[in-house]
């Protein structure tokens, strides 16, 4: 089964860009999903399929995949990006489940 | 686009058990996989099971046993039936409707599990 490493924590300051990194060893062949939690809140699904965006988040949120790294980008950062984000893939091995990674929380300075 | 609200959540005791329920509106439900995901207070989300529309399950290997997830197509409705329940339970317990990811969360609702 997978298991996803994100850094804990990642701290950006307001207009520069946050680079988010999501590892695995056999990612190659997975598409990574991405999620923003917001304290007190449910998560919120940002990207999926790599970088598509559901409508209604910004184009300032984009994914990226090479090799055994996925990296959520958030450009332009702003105040109300602070959140904790977490990417997924869906694995079925042994059988079909999600795989989260441990999440990193993004402060903005 | 869709709802989901879930409810059932509340403390509970060592050993004890709890049903959730999660009620879907405004999509097909019998058309979608739904998954229940936990997060223990300050920690990461943790998938924990999942059930097609025609009803096969997956579950997570480290809560097998103790749990059964289950639906409704009818009623649009989502259940997680808990026993033997441990501290360690103790989470926020969402719904979420699958599509290789989760592209719409209930809100959540709270198990606590203490003496």
């Known amino acids: 089964s997978s298991v996803l490493t994100q850094p804990q924590s990642l701290s950006v300051a307001p207009g520069n860009t946050a680079r988010i990194p999501c590892e695995e060893n056999n990612l190659g062949n997975k598409s990574v999903h991405w999620y923003q939690q917001r304290p007190g809140q449910a998560p919120l699904l940002v990207i999926f399929?790599?970088?598509d965006r559901p409508s209604g988040i910004p184009a300032r949120f984009s994914g990226s995949h090479s090799g055994s790294t996925a990296t959520l980008t958030i450009t332009r950062v702003e105040a109300g990006d602070e959140a904790d984000y977490y990417c997924q893939v869906w694995d079925n091995s042994p059988d079909h489940h999600w795989v989260f990674g441990g999440g990193t929380r993004l402060t903005v300075l | 686009e869709g709802q989901l609200v879930e409810s059932g959540g509340g403390l509970v005791k060592p050993g004890g058990s709890l049903r959730l329920s999660c009620a879907a509106s405004?999509?097909?439900?019998?058309?979608?996989?739904m998954n229940w995901v936990r997060q223990a207070p300050g920690k990461g989300l943790e998938w924990v099971a999942s059930i097609s529309g025609s009803g096969f399950v997956h579950y997570a290997e480290s809560l097998r046993g103790r749990l059964t997830i289950s639906r409704d197509n009818a009623q649009t409705s989502l259940f997680l039936q808990m026993n033997s329940l441990r501290p360690e339970d103790t989470a926020v317990y969402y719904c979420?409707?699958?599509?290789?990811?989760?592209?719409?969360w209930g809100q959540g609702t709270l198990v606590t599990v203490s003496s």
């Open positions: 399929y790599e970088n």
């Open positions: 405004g999509f097909t439900f019998s058309l979608y996989t």
């Open positions: 979420a409707r699958d599509t290789y990811w989760a592209d719409l």
